[in-house]
C-alpha cells in the first residue's frame, strides 16, 4: 500500500517514488521474462542531484525485472527518452488522467519544445500509464519555484 506522504514534484525523493510506483506497477504486470526495455526521462537543465546524475529518472527492465536510478547522466538515453522541463512536468503531475487539461498541457508542451519523447512509451504497456494517477495522488501541490527547481549559478547541462 502506498503512504499518504506527498512529495515536491521533481525532489530526489519524489524521484525515488515515481521510481517505486513503476517498479511496484510492473511486478503487478507480470512482465514477460524476455522483455527487456529501458525508459529515461531528463528534467531539461535540472540540476544535479548527486555527483554526475541530473534532476531525471532511469526505469529498466531486464528480462523482465524492473529496476530504477533516480537521476541520469547528462547523455543517457533508454529506448524510449523523454526530455521536459521542470515546470512542464510539475505541471503534468498535478493533473489526474480523467482530467481533459492533461492531453491540452501535454500538447501545448510538446508543440513548444518543452517536452520530447524519443521511441514509443505504449511499449511498457498499460500498467505504465495506470500509474500516472498514483503519481500525481503523492505529488504535493506547490508553486513552480520549489526545491525542485535549479538554485541560481547551478551550472546547465
Given at each position: 500500500m502506498?503512504?499518504?506522504?506527498?512529495?515536491?514534484?521533481?525532489?530526489?525523493?519524489?524521484?525515488?517514488m515515481v521510481g517505486e510506483v513503476l517498479v511496484t506497477a510492473a511486478r503487478a504486470a507480470d512482465l514477460p521474462a524476455d522483455l527487456t526495455l529501458s525508459l529515461v526521462e531528463?528534467?531539461?537543465?535540472?540540476?544535479?542531484?548527486?555527483?554526475?546524475?541530473?534532476?531525471?529518472?532511469?526505469?529498466?527492465i531486464t528480462n523482465g525485472v524492473p529496476s530504477f536510478r533516480a537521476g541520469v547522466r547528462p547523455s543517457e538515453a533508454g529506448d524510449i527518452t523523454i526530455h521536459v522541463?521542470?515546470?512542464?512536468?510539475?505541471?503534468?503531475?498535478q493533473i489526474y488522467t480523467s482530467d481533459p487539461t492533461l492531453a491540452q498541457v501535454q500538447?501545448?508542451?510538446?508543440?513548444s519544445g518543452q517536452f520530447?519523447?524519443?521511441?514509443?512509451?505504449?511499449?511498457?504497456?498499460?500498467?505504465?500509464?495506470?500509474t500516472h494517477d498514483a503519481i500525481v495522488s503523492r505529488t504535493a501541490s506547490s508553486s513552480l519555484k520549489g526545491?525542485?527547481?535549479?538554485?541560481?549559478?547551478?551550472?546547465?547541462?
Open positions: 502506498l503512504s499518504e506522504t506527498t512529495y515536491a514534484a521533481g525532489s530526489p525523493d519524489w524521484l525515488a531528463h528534467y531539461i537543465d535540472g540540476p544535479e542531484i548527486a555527483p554526475g546524475l541530473f534532476q531525471g529518472l532511469r526505469f529498466d522541463t521542470p515546470e512542464v512536468a510539475q505541471r503534468l503531475n500538447q501545448a508542451a510538446l508543440a520530447r519523447v524519443e521511441g514509443d512509451p505504449s511499449r511498457l504497456g498499460a500498467w505504465f500509464a495506470a526545491p525542485h527547481t535549479a538554485p541560481p549559478n547551478t551550472p546547465k547541462r
